[in-house]
């Protein structure tokens, strides 16, 4: 298997190379990165890998190159942000180029506006999966698996931790004020709509970190859950950053992040002050899924949880998603553009995951494995 991974020098993408690099059935990983002294440098970290690992210096602006960079490939995977930019831009290259294609996009738009290219990809014989990080992706398939046996499921709630410590560098940071900003994506009462991101906040009981404040943001899951769950009523996603998180949103709210000029701006503040306080050993960042629907006819909630460091849930889930890809061990058979509920057994998946250390838990103590 030839995979391409396209933001391969990056934080998130560099951990996929690592994976696949020492996966028995791939034979070539491409770093695709604008930045080719990273991407050496991740190879310098491999050693002597298994896979035989190159480099490819590709602009993602340059759609012309993206889809030079992607041919001779079987799967492509997505480590390349900011995502509301990027990801439709790259499922069409992926189309034109007829590779296999899966990423990590977690903006609600970016998800959004990929799963409505999926009438082109079937008729171009691709398959493409969105969403398939931590969260969303690693969420998504941790709710199907507390729905089974639920019918119908009524209510998802998505909660995620992650200080500021957490790591992830600028991409991450440009990411998060996206999500702060503006309206967001939401599903209440049956109907997917549109509220504005930090009005909502409520606190809950996190693995690790205790019970903290969460606020309402903007990410795939209240997008791509409802199409999968039709009885769904409500689904929503929460995230909490520590520190000084109340200003964060206050002013949020108020609109500062809002539009590239001001992320910019932002973004010059804050990433010195995540990389000093990241260090070489960025923080746990936490997930915790509820699901509550009805099981014989009687109302029922299950909860599955987990830490982590960002870097490892996101590419180790991104990596199993390119393995499923280029097996064709999805649940579907038909091409197009799908989240990963759509087309990726959860079972298959958290055992995947679970051999590469990532474990779910049912309790935030996490005593008990989530079997």
Not at 335 to 344: N, Q
């Amino acid at each position: 298997m030839r995979v391409i991974v396209l933001g391969g020098a990056g934080d998130m993408g560099s951990r996929t190379v690592e994976d696949l690099a020492e996966t028995h059935d791939v034979s070539l990983v491409t770093i695709a990165d604008y930045n080719t002294g990273g991407a050496e440098r991740v190879i310098q970290r491999l050693g002597n890998a298994a896979a035989k690992v190159e480099v490819k210096r590709v602009d993602a602006t340059d759609k012309a190159s993206v889809i030079d960079a992607l041919r001779g490939h079987d799967v492509a995977a997505g480590a390349l942000g900011p995502f509301y930019k990027f990801e439709a831009p790259l499922i069409e290259a992926a189309i034109e180029a007829r590779v296999n294609y899966v990423s990590i996009a977690d903006d609600w738009s970016a998800v959004r506006d990929a799963l409505a290219l999926h009438d082109r990809a079937q008729h171009a014989g691709v398959t493409a999966i969105t969403g398939m990080g931590a969260s969303p992706g690693m969420t998504n398939l941790l709710a199907c698996r507390l729905a089974r046996g639920m019918d119908p499921v009524t209510r998802i709630d998505v909660s995620v931790y992650q200080p500021w410590s957490a790591g992830g560098g600028e991409a991450v940071l440009r990411h998060l004020l996206y999500i702060v900003s503006g309206e967001v994506a939401a599903f209440r009462g049956g109907k997917a709509g549109m509220i504005q991101a930090c009005t909502e906040t409520h606190r809950v009981e996190m693995p690790v970190f205790g019970e903290r404040r969460l606020w309402n943001l903007g990410h795939g899951e209240p997008v791509s859950l409802p199409r999968h769950f039709n009885q769904l009523e409500h689904c929503n996603f929460w995230m909490g950053l520590g520190a000084c998180a109340g200003l964060f949103m206050s002013l949020a709210r108020r609109g500062w992040f809002a539009g590239d000029g001001a992320a910019d701006r932002m973004l010059r503040l804050l990433a010195p002050l995540e990389r000093f306080l990241s260090g070489d050993s960025p923080a746990l960042s936490t997930i915790r899924v509820d699901v509550w629907g009805k099981r014989e006819g009687k109302e029922c909630h299950a909860m599955a949880c987990g830490a982590g460091t960002m870097r490892d849930g996101t590419g180790l889930a991104l990596a199993a998603g390119a393995l499923a890809l280029g097996r064709r061990q999805l649940t579907v058979t038909a091409p197009g553009v799908y989240a990963p509920e759509s087309c990726i057994d959860p079972e298959t998946f958290m055992n995947t995951m679970r051999n590469k250390g990532v474990v779910g838990y049912t309790d935030t103590k996490m005593s008990t494995a989530l079997m």
